[in-house]
């Protein structure tokens, strides 16, 4: 794929609007104060590169992105405060969130901004047209390094770059080119594992996956999802059943998931098979205190040692991943959770058609 690369494109002096992944997960640790703690910034870490090559290159940097689902209100728990924080820390710059309009009037000379949540507008999800003007305004050239986003069809992801010169971040340039190895080439068998949350976005590409997968193992929510609202027929999927206080997959289907993974050659994972817990969390309940996260654990041991080709990603699952002390052990860990399935389902990200055009 000939993405446009950042590292061609005439930088210095000039302002670059990067679409960045800061979806990162968070936990609250002062609750009067409303103080959120980063639990895990693989994907700001990922991130880093680009941000650096351009403040390195002489460019003045507004990064952009969202956190959660804030559905076009200003809400304190999406903020984008901790991450601008991560950014001041790294850089050792003063850290600063403008909202949009606050934002038209900057003129004090900062090299990196960092813009609040693009979600607390409903401009963002919803394209509107002086929405996405009042953003482009703000920059010269515009970079999407938010691979993780590019499955969705929103002004900072497809609206920008019909209005700017566009490129492609190197994170976003290093996740095409290794999803790329595996659809060009699978080995086979070639399995594909899904859990977790969002059904609206994974519940379809399931049935896409059927099409290139020899197995499609679906365990937690998506699994109960199928079985009771949306029944397939397709002897390639298994569904996982559920202990008995739907907390995690019960152990049968563990075993029988972990028996296909040791076949595979190829192996695509993305999302939980039970309810995982934030490394920060207080544990407050009894529930809390049980172990829910002891599929998700199995599973991911059986993949490494199945010594498959494997690939991995998604914000719950790194986290996981790096909680446990497993996130090195995959072949591949992408960014995206919903993106890179749809990737390798053979889907166009409408991010990075954007980019082509
Ligand atoms: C993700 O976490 O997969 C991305 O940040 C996209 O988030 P969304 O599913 O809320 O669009």
């Given at each position: 794929?000939n993405?446009?690369?950042?590292l061609?494109?005439?930088?210095?002096?000039k302002?670059?609007l990067?679409?960045?992944d800061?979806?990162?997960p968070?936990?609250?640790?002062?609750?009067?104060n409303?103080e959120?703690?980063i639990?895990d910034?693989?994907?700001?870490?990922?991130?880093?590169?680009?941000v650096d090559?351009?403040?390195?290159s002489?460019?003045t940097?507004?990064l952009?992105?969202h956190?959660?689902?804030?559905?076009?209100?200003?809400?304190a728990?999406?903020?984008?405060?901790?991450?601008?924080?991560?950014?001041s820390?790294?850089?050792?710059i003063?850290?600063?969130v403008?909202?949009?309009?606050?934002?038209s009037?900057?003129?004090i000379?900062?090299k990196?901004?960092v813009?609040?949540?693009?979600?607390?507008?409903?401009?963002?999800?919803s394209?509107?047209?002086?929405?996405?003007?009042k953003?482009?305004?703000l920059?010269?050239?515009?970079?999407?390094?938010a691979f993780?986003a590019?499955?969705?069809?929103?002004?900072?992801i497809?609206?920008?770059p019909?209005?700017l010169?566009?490129?492609?971040?190197l994170?976003?340039?290093?996740?095409?080119?290794?999803?790329s190895k595996?659809t060009?080439n699978?080995?086979k068998p070639?399995?594909v594992?899904i859990?977790?949350?969002k059904?609206?976005t994974?519940l379809?590409?399931?049935?896409?996956?059927?099409?290139?997968?020899?197995f499609v193992?679906?365990?937690?929510?998506?699994a109960?999802e199928?079985?009771?609202?949306?029944?397939?027929?397709?002897?390639k999927?298994?569904?996982?059943?559920?202990?008995?206080?739907a907390?995690?997959i019960?152990?049968v289907?563990t075993?029988?998931?972990?028996?296909?993974?040791?076949?595979?050659?190829?192996?695509?994972?993305?999302?939980?098979?039970?309810?995982?817990?934030s490394?920060?969390?207080v544990?407050?309940?009894?529930?809390?205190?049980e172990d829910?996260e002891e599929?998700?654990r199995?599973?991911?041991?059986?993949?490494?040692?199945s010594r498959?080709?494997?690939v991995t990603g998604?914000?719950?699952?790194?986290?996981?991943l790096q909680?446990?002390?497993?996130?090195?052990?995959?072949n591949?860990?992408?960014?995206g959770?919903g993106?890179?399935?749809?990737?390798?389902a053979?889907?166009?990200?409408?991010?990075?058609e954007a980019?082509?055009q």
């Amino acid at each position: 794929m000939n993405l446009p690369d950042i590292l061609k494109a005439e930088v210095a002096g000039k302002t670059i609007l990067v679409r960045g992944d800061l979806d990162v997960p968070l936990t609250e640790f002062r609750v009067q104060n409303s103080e959120f703690r980063i639990d895990d910034d693989t994907r700001i870490v990922a991130g880093f590169p680009t941000v650096d090559y351009l403040l390195k290159s002489g460019a003045t940097v507004i990064l952009i992105g969202h956190l959660g689902r804030p559905e076009g209100k200003v809400q304190a728990e999406y903020s984008l405060e901790p991450i601008a924080k991560w950014y001041s820390q790294v850089f050792s710059i003063r850290y600063l969130v403008f909202s949009i309009g606050e934002f038209s009037g900057w003129k004090i000379g900062e090299k990196l901004v960092v813009l609040e949540n693009l979600r607390f507008y409903p401009g963002e999800e919803s394209k509107d047209s002086s929405f996405v003007q009042k953003l482009s305004w703000l920059g010269d050239i515009y970079v999407n390094d938010a691979f993780a986003a590019s499955h969705r069809d929103h002004a900072s992801i497809v609206g920008i770059p019909k209005l700017l010169h566009h490129f492609a971040g190197l994170q976003l340039q290093k996740e095409i080119e290794s999803l790329s190895k595996i659809t060009d080439n699978p080995q086979k068998p070639c399995i594909v594992i899904i859990g977790g949350k969002k059904l609206e976005t994974k519940l379809p590409l399931v049935e896409k996956m059927l099409e290139i997968a020899d197995f499609v193992l679906v365990g937690g929510l998506i699994a109960k999802e199928i079985e009771e609202h949306h029944p397939i027929y397709n002897a390639k999927l298994k569904l996982a059943r559920q202990n008995k206080d739907a907390t995690d997959i019960a152990q049968v289907s563990t075993d029988e998931f972990v028996r296909v993974i040791s076949q595979a050659k190829t192996i695509v994972w993305n999302g939980s098979m039970g309810k995982l817990s934030s490394k920060f969390k207080v544990q407050s309940s009894k529930l809390d205190q049980e172990d829910t996260e002891e599929g998700t654990r199995r599973i991911a041991q059986a993949i490494i040692k199945s010594r498959a080709y494997s690939v991995t990603g998604g914000g719950d699952t790194i986290e996981f991943l790096q909680k446990e002390g497993l996130f090195d052990k995959f072949n591949f860990v992408s960014t995206g959770g919903g993106a890179m399935l749809s990737f390798l389902a053979g889907e166009k990200l409408p991010g990075i058609e954007a980019l082509l055009q």
